[in-house]
Each structure stands twice: as C-alpha cells, then as structure tokens.
C-alpha cells in the first residue's frame, strides 16, 4: 500500500521521519553509552579487559540496531512514493536492501550499487552525518576505557 500526497506534505514527512529517527539513534547511543559506563564504575578493578571487550561488543550492538532503525526509516518512507525511494539497477528494493543501503550510508562507505532519490536522500545524507558522529563518540569512549583500565593495571 501506498499513500500518494503532495511535495510539501511529502518534504514534511521525509523531514520529521529523519529527525524523528535521528533522535531516536542518539537517544539509544546515549542511554547505551551511559549504562556501560556505569557497569564499569561498579565493576572497578574486576577484569577490566573483559569490560573493555564487554563495551565493544555492546557498541556493535548499538551500531547494528542503528542501522536497522534507519533501514526502518526507509520502509516507512518507502509507503510514500512521493518521498523518493532507494533505487537499484536490478530491480525492486526489500528489506536486506534497505538494511545493506543504511549499513553503507552509515558507515560513510557509499558503495553506489544503491542510490537514493528524491526527497529521502535529506535521511540518507544525515545518516552519514549520524553514522560518523556516532562511530567517532563509540571511538572516544572505548579510549576512556582503556585508558582507565591501562592506568589501574600499571
């Protein structure tokens, strides 16, 4: 099913469902970030490596989630033909599609084998822009804690 509806109501739409989903990735980053660093502070002095391997594990997890929330982002949008759409030389766009073209965009990797078009490449852009962010913020905080850890093992 698909919901025909004007350029500034389908401008609209691509708008609040990027910052709609933008919100909801830093949200769970953060929450996810702040619950290990808690578990950390707790779990002071026991098997530091552990922790440290535990918070890359747990951040993966953040990231892939990320990516399907985004790839859902797309599903949505993609009710809305007037919002643009994932295009592929090869034929229609499924759900790993999405997932593949939000783990790329994500990533800031950009393969081009899927492009976006129309009024969706506003969420695609701002997921690279989210994606980066969000790496980067899983890269200083993973360097915290090694470097805690590297500090209490000395």
Known sequence: MSIDVSPAVSSAIVLSVTLVTVGICVALHYEGLSLLSRQHR???????????????????????????????????????????????????????????????????????????QGHVRLLASTEALVGLVLITWSASFTFLQMDRYWREDA
Do not use: C, K, N
């Open 42 to 116: 707790a779990r002071s002095g026991e098997l530091g490596r552990w922790h440290v391997l535990t918070a890359i594990f747990a951040m993966l997890g953040m990231h892939v989630a990320e990516i399907w929330i985004f790839a859902f982002a797309y599903a949505v949008l993609s009710q809305f033909p007037d919002t643009g759409q994932i295009a592929m030389a090869s034929g229609a766009v499924d759900w790993f599609d999405r997932v593949y073209f939000s783990s790329v965009s994500y990533t800031t990797l950009g393969y081009g084998d899927l492009l976006p």
